[in-house]
Structure formats: C-alpha cells, structure tokens
C-alpha cells in the first residue's frame, strides 16, 4: 500500500497538479478558452487505426514468414564492425536488459499519468482525452510498424554475439538478428516527443514544460544507453531509433494539427461575412 502511495505522489508530482480547481490561469488547459490544437475524423482516423494495426500484425510475425538463416555457431568478429560501434559494444548484461525494460514502461506509464492527472484535477476534457487516445494509438501504431518492418529487413546482429555468453534463449525467435533499430530506444524516444509536443499544445504558458520534457526525455535517454550496456544494441542502433521515435512521436500529432487549423479557418470564413453584414446594416 505505501509503495501505491508513493508511485502515486510520483505521477501526480510530474503531472504538476494537485487535486483541486483552483489552479492558476497558465496551468489551465488551453482548450477551456481556445479550440483544440488537434482534430480527428472517425473515418480517416478509424481507417489509419484499422491499417496500422494489419501492417503492424505483419512485421511482428514477419520471422515466421520469411525464411530467416539459422544461427550455426558461427563467431563474429568485432573488428568487422566500424569504429565508433566497436568502441560502444558491449557482452550481454540479464540485469541491465531488465532494467531498460522497466525504464521503457515507465515511459509507456508516463503519457496516460500525466494527462490522466489532468483530467481528474478537471484539467482536461474526456472529449480531449478521447482524441489524444486515437492519435496516440496511431503513434504507437507507426512506431512499431516501422520498427518491427527495418529490425526484419537489415537483420543486423547484436552486439552480444560478438562475445561469450550470448542469451542462447534468443536465438530461436530469431531476435539476435534485430540490432539495427533499437526497439526499446525508438518507442521511450516516440513517448517523449509525444508528450512534449502535446503537452506544450495544451499548455503553452505551464510552469512545468520543463520538468515535464525533461523528466520524459531523461528516461528516454537513460533507456538507449541501457540497451548499448547490456550489450543489446550499437551505438548507432540507438541513434537511429531516437531519430525514428522522435520522428513519429513529434510527426503524427502535427499532422492532427493540420486538420484543427482547417477547421479554424472554416470558422473564419463563416463568421465574416455575417459581422460585414452586422455592420453594414448598422
């Protein structure tokens, strides 16, 4: 129970809210004076939900249905590999893979606790809440359809098969051959870029971007260079997916904006003429 207490007080303290309606006016959600930052259609979105969802369903299954080359003891050897990589490289750590496993749930908690504190603060609308959900299940969607379909197609051998003490475990699923992007570091990095961009839409003038982005980005960070020390990924396996979950992260809510800034123009151009006509007349 003090452990619920505790992990409570930790997402409430980076949501930056405590449980009340008065709240000052740069902490309030910009929708209660403004129109939304982000727009949604049930079709558009419903069929980029139903797509993601087949390709990414594919790519996870994508070693069963192509022919992948068996592992046949054959030893690597690291002087293959370029420099930079080969500096980084590391043998495999059980330890340091389970905790860069609990660093990318933390950022998979870290989005629904920060806006979920919000709402119950009466922060932010369930409608919102509801939009946010479909943008970032198409986020998340994006992320590991891209992931899964590269990680298949450059089957790039992890570091830990260039030393002893390989997880033999892995070696069935065929998972020592997915180095090149790094899964765990692509998916913290999209987290990241998600909730920066979003939560600075919705709370332009807030107190808190900075912690807020900081704290998301710290464990995105610390994620990658986990997945480098265990020995799971290169150097530049890190890099490229920090580069792809920033991309989709950052990407797929700006397109939602698009949409919400059609809208507001629409808005516009109906109003005017009704306000021309007003003061024609008076």
Same mark, same amino acid.
């Given at each position: #129970?003090?452990?619920?207490?505790?992990?409570?007080?930790?997402?409430?303290?980076?949501?930056?809210?405590?449980?009340?309606?008065?709240?000052?006016? $740069?902490?309030?959600?910009?929708? @209660? %004076?403004?129109?939304?930052?982000?727009?949604?259609?049930?079709?558009?979105?419903?069929?980029?939900?139903?797509?993601?969802?087949?390709?990414?369903?594919?790519? &996870?299954? #994508?070693?069963?249905?192509?022919?992948?080359?068996?592992?046949?003891?054959?030893?690597?050897?690291?002087?293959?590999? $370029?420099?930079?990589?080969?500096?980084?490289?590391?043998?495999?750590? /059980?330890?340091?893979?389970?905790?860069?496993?609990?660093?990318?749930?933390?950022?998979?908690?870290?989005?629904?606790?920060?806006?979920?504190?919000?709402?119950?603060?009466? $922060?932010?609308?369930?409608?919102? +809440?509801?939009? =946010?959900?479909?943008?970032?299940? @198409?986020?998340?969607?994006?992320?590991?359809?891209? /992931?899964?379909?590269?990680?298949?197609?450059?089957?790039?051998?992890?570091?830990?098969?260039?030393?002893?003490?390989?997880?033999?475990?892995?070696?069935? $699923?065929?998972?020592?051959?997915?180095?090149?992007?790094?899964?765990?570091?692509? *998916? %913290?990095?999209?987290?990241?870029?998600?909730?920066?961009?979003?939560?600075?839409?919705?709370?332009? @003038?807030?107190?808190?971007?900075?912690?807020?982005?900081?704290?998301?980005?710290?464990?995105?960070?610390? %994620?990658?260079? =986990?997945?480098?020390?265990?020995?799971?990924?290169? =150097?530049? *396996? %890190? &890099?490229?997916?920090?580069?792809? +979950?920033?991309?989709?992260?950052?990407?797929?809510?700006?397109?939602?904006?698009? +949409?919400? /800034?059609?809208?507001?123009?629409?808005?516009?151009?109906?109003? #005017?003429?009704?306000? =021309?006509?007003?003061?024609?007349?008076?």
């Amino acid at each position: #129970m003090n452990r619920f207490f505790l992990l409570t007080s930790v997402f409430i303290f980076i949501g930056g809210i405590s449980f009340t309606n008065d709240l000052p006016h $740069n902490e309030r959600c910009i929708t @209660e %004076t403004e129109s939304s930052p982000f727009s949604v259609s049930p079709l558009a979105d419903g069929i980029s939900i139903g797509v993601l969802s087949a390709t990414t369903i594919t790519a &996870l299954f #994508m070693p069963k249905l192509i022919d992948m080359p068996e592992y046949d003891e054959f030893t690597y050897n690291l002087d293959d590999v $370029n420099y930079l990589d080969r500096k980084f490289a590391r043998k495999y750590s /059980k330890s340091l893979d389970r905790i860069g496993d609990l660093t990318l749930a933390l950022s998979y908690c870290l989005v629904p606790a920060v806006y979920g504190s919000e709402w119950l603060s009466d $922060n932010f609308d369930t409608k919102e +809440g509801i939009k =946010l959900a479909v943008i970032y299940t @198409e986020t998340v969607l994006a992320t590991q359809t891209a /992931k899964c379909f590269l990680k298949t197609a450059i089957k790039r051998k992890r570091p830990y098969m260039y030393f002893d003490g390989y997880p033999e475990d892995e070696l069935e $699923n065929y998972d020592f051959e997915f180095s090149l992007p790094s899964g765990h570091t692509s *998916d %913290t990095f999209m987290n990241a870029a998600f909730l920066s961009y979003t939560f600075c839409k919705y709370y332009p @003038e807030s107190d808190i971007k900075i912690p807020v982005v900081a704290t998301i980005y710290s464990i995105a960070g610390i %994620t990658a260079g =986990l997945r480098m020390a265990s020995g799971n990924h290169f =150097l530049t *396996d %890190t &890099l490229a997916g920090a580069a792809l +979950g920033s991309a989709i992260g950052f990407g797929v809510p700006w397109l939602h904006t698009l +949409g919400s /800034k059609i809208s507001t123009d629409k808005a516009k151009i109906t109003i #005017m003429p009704s306000a =021309l006509t007003v003061s024609f007349k008076l």
